[in-house]
């Protein structure tokens, strides 16, 4: 891989082009990050403490040829990260039924090996992650750890691009294929189940996105486990943000949102032996 001569992230500065198009959207709100917009063919997004590493981690992507990710671009007049828009179509905060597609769900799971592929030897020196609350992830590999229907780009009914990097962070291929799968499959309590998703055969649909990503043998039989330990860790850290940083955190908090992530666990441990059938057999 041959580096692209480019300024350092922390001095990079955009300066729009002449004639670039300069018409304003209001992107849709994520569960944390407010005041996202569109301008042109550029997406402005708040500056915030992981911005730099996760522009150093945009640079690598491209060096390594990975094209399903934004272009990190520098910062604007109002100190906003800009990066470039990927066109295409991502789903809403109740995902509809195009959603379902089994040809999307497999190249949703081909997407991310992908970038697993590509973010392979990438080390954020000079500009870290910052630590993760409650007990850090294995290091092993910088991952996106948010590829959530919301934050995939969809062209011609299959996986495109990945957006929205601010989870972004050392942990494991593993982790965030797990993650990934919770989302996409998803892996929940049916009582929580989105809208018009009640028939949806979560089985059969982690079996097709475990192939499609290539679990081995032992990641399978370890999936439920894995899950349990997954979501306790996930409802200590949702805890620990909702008190600590506020904002979006406190509002998906009192939302329920830890309820949520408990019946989730609760389902994997008491669907173990099922999980591990349909991944097996």
């Not at 018409?23 to 997004?45: F, K, N, Q, S, Y």
């Not at 915030?48 to 992507?61: G, I, K, N, R, T």
């Not at 697993?116 to 030897?121: K, N, T, W």
């Not at 948010?146 to 593993?174: C, E, K, S």
Request: glycine content about 10%; overall charge negative; some cysteine.
């Amino acid at each position: 891989m041959s580096p692209r001569h480019r300024a350092p992230v922390e001095s990079r500065v955009y300066v729009p082009a002449a004639g670039e198009a300069s018409d304003v959207e209001l992107m849709p709100a994520g569960d944390v990050t407010d005041g996202v917009v569109r301008v042109g063919g550029t997406i402005r997004r708040p500056h915030q403490p992981q911005s730099l590493a996760v522009a150093a981690y945009l640079d690598w992507l491209e060096d390594a040829g990975f094209d399903g990710s934004p272009r990190f671009l520098g910062r604007d007049a109002e100190g906003r990260d800009v990066l470039t828009f990927l066109p295409g179509r991502c789903a809403g905060p109740v995902p509809a039924a195009w959603v379902q597609s089994e040809e999307l769900l497999a190249s949703v799971a081909e997407l991310l090996r992908r970038l697993h592929a590509a973010s392979a030897g990438f080390v954020p020196d000079g500009h870290p992650f910052p630590p993760r609350p409650v007990r850090q992830d294995p290091a092993e590999l910088v991952c996106h750890l948010d590829v959530t229907p919301q934050n995939v780009v969809v062209r011609g009914g299959l996986a495109a691009g990945v957006v929205d990097f601010d989870l972004a962070g050392p942990t494991t291929a593993f982790k965030d294929s797990f993650n990934t799968a919770m989302h996409w499959v998803p892996l929940r309590d049916p009582a929580d189940a989105w809208p018009g998703w009640g028939a949806a055969d979560p089985f059969r649909r982690l079996r097709i996105f475990a192939d499609a990503y290539g679990w081995d043998e032992g990641e399978r039989r370890r999936l439920p486990a894995f899950g349990t330990e997954a979501t306790a860790l996930s409802y200590e850290r949702m805890r620990h943000n909702a008190h600590a940083l506020g904002g979006g955190w406190a509002r998906m908090w009192d939302d329920g949102v830890g309820r949520m992530i408990r019946r989730r666990g609760l389902w994997i441990e008491a669907n173990a032996g099922r999980l591990v059938a349909a991944l097996t057999g």
